[in-house]
């Protein structure tokens, strides 16, 4: 049986710089900004959680 994943929503503000770099980026990678992003955060929290500076727990 698989698990369902939720998901949850975040808003972030940053300058319009940011914004743009980000845009092109994800135009680049051929992704949606929000797509992008996901992927940027969900890389970092995996690298602090190998680093053990945080520790994620799995939803049950």
Do not use: H, P
């Not at 949606?32 to 992003?37: D, N, P, R």
């Amino acid at each position: 049986m698989q698990t369902k994943v939720v998901t949850k929503r975040v808003t972030a503000y940053m300058a319009d710089a940011i914004y743009k770099k980000l845009e092109e980026w994800a135009e680049l990678e051929g992704r949606s900004l929000s797509s992008l992003a996901t992927y940027i955060l969900e890389t970092a929290v995996r690298e602090k959680n190998n680093q053990n500076v945080i520790t994620v727990k799995k939803d049950n």
